[in-house]
């Protein structure tokens, strides 16, 4: 065979990654192109239940509400993704994903680099592992509606559920040996962890098992000893479904979860954090309704419940390595967890938030004044997400104070109250800045403006959340980085992005559309992107 450089050949290997079966190919040309074939199909793996009957239950249900002619009832919705599925030759044969545990070896293991633990019975072929790494974790393009669907899990406590959980559990390519937890994965050179915190009932609680002496303790050890052994690489964590963070009578916490990552992570440049997860669909229910109110805890199929990290007197934070992180990730928590986590971000000296880059912020009390979060990292901000929730709304935020902000985005979630306030969120990019002296007008560039929805927010039809009253409004925010003129003491956006499509943005933002400017974005993770890959 022809020799190749090195080079030419990753780089021809490269322009694969996201496709399985030519990377398959691929590494069957010569030995020199395996190792690097195998990089891209063994990046990242998902584990998570499977669970034929309910595929089949739920694909039976898409079909059902995907031939009503009118939604009435939101649980009726049929999203984007599920469309996508039901027109793929999947639908014809739903079958559960394929575990890749199994066939790992240890001449594959250190290619390994993303692991993902889920609680969701995930349909249709296993997606291309180098694609979810690169797409949700590290920025990068590519399929955005790939041919599969999750069915989300409910945390009800029923009797059929427990029963149906525990099989899904059993169906995991786990190691279930007696006193065995998630610790016990063989990987040691992981980047990228994400957990649910419900993953922690896939092993059984210390009554059963022969672990720690506090049963309490359970969950902690698995995570902190599956951190440590990577703690080398790791350096983005993202923990969901997590049930800590709860204020006492004191307004504290003796959550440890950010203790035990400084202490076990000590390379950690990237943390997401996720409270409960609600219902995907917001519940509505009259006064008179007899339902039971929506579970907020995660169990063991026992129907006990999975506790959150508590503090261990035994290490206090002065003994921690500081943590500096880059990107910081904030939602699903109520107002007082996020203030108390704000809290021990600051003051904790646990994690340092000096060279923070990326950041994004759910929902805080009512007049919470945001500027003084900001204030702490204004001058190293690039990347800002805000949750539109009842504080951002009526939060008085000044952009031109961020002088190297380029991204900024906005989930909205209430239909109407979303856009009303929006106006003056927006409109304060267009707000005069001067020098703190008032001699100089501040010229500052925003590349791109992204406006996502929340689920709350797609349950009607996308026409009707882009108001025209906002045509004119994003119209001048929208500006070529060459024609701004050295006069103007306006903030700019280079590009406008939506989550929907481009001919829903031409009828109904057809000024700002016109300008070229405004595009679709049918993916709201680019501000993960580290900036040692941009």
């Known amino acids: 065979m022809l020799y190749l450089p090195p080079e030419l050949v990753d780089r021809i290997i490269d322009e694969f990654y996201d496709s399985f079966g030519d990377l398959k190919n691929l590494s069957l040309v010569a030995r020199s192109w395996l190792h690097r074939a195998r990089c891209h199909l063994f990046r990242s793996l998902t584990l998570n239940p499977q669970d034929l009957q309910a595929i089949r239950d739920h694909y039976t249900d898409l079909k059902r509400r995907d031939s009503l002619d009118f939604i009435l009832d939101p649980d009726d919705y049929v999203s984007l993704q599920d469309k996508k599925f039901l027109c793929s030759p999947l639908a014809e044969n739903p079958q559960p994903t394929q575990s890749f545990l199994s066939s790992i070896t240890n001449m594959i293991l250190p290619h390994v680099r993303g692991l993902q633990l889920l609680s969701w019975v995930q349909v249709g072929d296993q997606l291309v592992p180098a694609k979810v790494y690169h797409r949700e974790w590290l920025g990068y393009g590519g399929d955005a509606y790939a041919s599969h669907c999750r069915l989300r899990r409910s945390l009800s406590s029923n009797e059929d559920f427990l029963e149906r959980q525990k099989a ?54 698995q995570l902190a000893l599956l951190l440590k052994s990577n703690g080398s690489t790791l350096d983005h964590v993202h923990v969901t479904e ?17 203790n035990l990552l400084a202490q076990n992570a000590p390379n950690l440049r990237s943390l997401c954090l996720g409270g409960l997860r609600k ?11 007899e339902d039971p109110p929506l579970p907020d805890r995660v169990l063991y199929p026992s129907g006990e419940e999975v506790p959150h990290i508590i503090l261990d007197h035994n290490c206090p934070p002065d003994n921690l390595a500081t943590i500096y992180l880059e990107r910081l990730f904030l939602q699903g928590f109520e107002a007082e967890s996020t203030i108390l986590i704000q809290e ?14 990326h950041l994004l912020l759910s929902v805080m009390p009512m007049g919470y004044d945001y500027m003084f979060m900001f204030s702490k990292v204004q001058g190293t901000l690039t990347h800002l997400t805000l949750d ?35 106006h003056d969120i927006v409109g304060a990019l267009s707000d005069n800045a001067y020098h703190l002296d008032g001699s100089l007008p501040v010229i500052q560039l925003v590349k ?15 026409g009707y959340l882009l108001a025209a009253s906002a045509d004119g409004l994003l119209e001048s925010l929208v500006c070529i980085p060459s024609e701004i003129p050295e006069s103007m003491g306006r903030s700019q956006v280079e590009e406008i992005t939506f989550d929907v499509s481009e001919s829903m943005l031409a009828d109904t933002l057809p000024l700002t559309y016109s300008t070229g400017r405004l595009k679709e974005a049918q993916t709201d993770y680019w501000w993960y992107r580290p900036p040692y890959l941009q």
């Not at 219902?279 to 309704?289: C, D, N, V």
């Not at 791109?448 to 996308?462: C, K, P, V, W």
Request: hydrophobic residues 40%; positive net charge.
């Open 344 to 357: 021990a971000m600051l003051n904790g000296g646990v994690f340092s938030l000096k060279n923070l880059s």
């Open 279 to 289: 219902a995907y669909y917001p519940q509505f229910r009259s006064l008179e309704s």
């Open 448 to 462: 791109r403006l992204h406006i996502s929805y929340g689920s709350s927010a797609r349950l009607i039809n996308h």
């Open 388 to 422: 539109l929730k009842d504080s951002t709304l009526y939060a008085s935020l000044r952009f031109h104070f961020f002088p190297r902000l380029a991204y900024l985005q906005f989930i909205v979630h209430a239909i109407y109250r979303s856009w009303v306030n929006l």
């Open 168 to 221: 899904q559990w059993d169906s995991i390519d786990l190691p279930w040996e007696r006193g065995t937890g998630l610790h016990a994965l063989p990987f040691r050179n992981l980047r990228l962890i994400y957990i649910q915190w419900s993953v922690f009932s896939w092993t059984l609680p210390f009554e059963r098992t022969a672990g720690p002496a506090n049963p309490a303790d359970w969950p902690g050890i």
């Open 242 to 258: 997590y049930p800590g963070f709860q204020p006492d009578e004191n307004g504290s916490t003796r959550d440890a979860l950010l």
